[in-house]
């Protein structure tokens, strides 16, 4: 599949089998992120993944009780450090690499921003002066939600300036 074809196919998927993914297959999901652009190469972002069942159904109630983080096969949590400049926008190319790839491997991602900062921290574990940006839901979809309207090109796109 081309990444065109990945951009056009790619839904949020809230519905998921409950079906294990390989680690190779995670491994490569999670190299792509890897392989993402960064601000001056810092990569100034991690991972944390939560495979573990039992760890996934206790961040719903963390991820204002959206079920679906529980039933997904894994959920990623992307976590940048707010004192470099541009860290917010690199998690978000490195989660989106891993949800175009998702899409080429035949599984779903939900991008998720509804979370209790604090609670989601103390559930990963993650360290002081780091925040949690986004997470993701990842695992092979039980749903095949049709394409949503879009916004013409002329509501979205500016040529030469805004006015």
Not at 4 to 18: G, H, L
Request: proline residues 6%.
């Amino acid at each position: 599949m081309d990444v065109t074809t990945a951009i056009q196919k790619r839904r949020s998927i809230r519905k998921y089998k409950d079906k294990e993914i390989p680690k190779e297959l995670l491994m490569q999901i999670l190299e792509s992120a890897r392989l993402a652009p960064s601000g001056a190469n810092r990569q100034p972002w991690q991972l944390v993944v939560v495979t573990d069942a039992k760890k996934r159904k206790a961040l719903v109630p963390v991820c204002k009780d959206q079920k679906f983080v529980g039933e997904c096969s894994a959920f990623i949590a992307g976590i940048d450090d707010p004192v470099q400049k541009w860290a917010r926008v690199d998690i978000a190319i490195a989660l989106e690499h891993i949800a175009l790839v998702a899409e080429e491997k035949g599984l779903g991602t939900c991008w998720i921003g509804a979370f209790d900062q604090e609670k989601l921290r103390d559930a990963l574990g993650v360290p002081p002066g780091l925040v949690v940006t986004a997470g993701m839901t990842l695992g092979y979809p039980d749903e095949a939600p049709e394409a949503r309207t879009r916004k013409t090109m002329s509501e979205l796109v500016h040529w030469e300036s805004y006015s």
